[in-house]
């Protein structure tokens, strides 16, 4: 199993990032994905979660109305489209996976390591 995250990046506020979780060594249809970030001295908060079976998606509140997670099962990736982006969302963010996306970081199993997200004011 093996998940890496990529496509983060400085951008001013009001930008757009997109980023992408290829994953490999299991199929999107079998495993729940979440985004995960983690801020400078804060703990590490689940951003959104997309199910396996149907692809629906849940947000943090904080993200809703501009963060999109979605999935190309063909291409066995998941992506994270951030939209007018924020300071407050600069992080290092992470996709991880298990059989259920749980919000809680402790509750995931796998993770990828993590891109950098800096939002300049």
């Known amino acids: 199993v093996q998940l890496q995250a990529s496509g983060g990046g400085l951008v001013q506020t009001g930008g757009s990032l997109r980023l992408s979780c290829a994953v490999s060594?299991?199929?999107?249809?079998?495993?729940?994905i979440g985004w995960f970030r983690q801020a400078p001295g804060k703990e590490r908060e689940g951003v959104s979660c997309?199910?396996?079976?149907?692809?629906?998606?849940s947000y943090v509140e904080s993200v809703k109305g501009r963060f999109t997670m979605y999935r190309d099962n063909a291409e066995n990736t998941v992506y994270l489209q951030m939209n007018s982006l924020k300071p407050e969302d600069t992080a290092v963010y992470y996709c991880?996976?298990?059989?259920?996306?749980?919000?809680?970081?402790?509750?995931?199993?796998?993770w990828g390591k993590g891109t950098q997200v800096t939002v300049s004011s």
């Open positions: 997309i199910s396996s079976s149907d692809g629906g998606t």
């Open positions: 991880s996976m298990d059989r259920v996306c749980k919000w809680s970081p402790y509750d995931m199993h796998y």
């Open positions: 060594g299991f199929t999107l249809d079998s495993y729940g």
